[in-house]
């Protein structure tokens, strides 16, 4: 089953990794991120664990764009 993930919740994590890569990150930023994970597991029914995984794959790990 693929993990569905909100873009509010992808632009999250991003400002949280884009902080974290400045060594700026606050405690709001990531009690708002681990938040807005448990929501969205909860929402759609999916283990948190799996959402928080796959949305760390996808901001910090993205795969590269497919070749033509």
Not at 29 to 35: I, W
């Amino acid at each position: 089953m693929a993990i569905e993930l909100s873009d509010e919740l992808i632009q999250l994590e991003e400002k949280a990794w884009a902080e974290i890569q400045a060594m700026e990150l606050t405690v709001e930023t990531a009690a708002a991120v681990q938040a807005a994970i448990t929501a969205h597991a909860e929402a759609t029914e999916q283990s948190r664990y799996d959402v928080e995984k796959e949305l760390k794959k996808r901001v910090r790990h993205p795969e590269p764009p497919a070749a033509d």
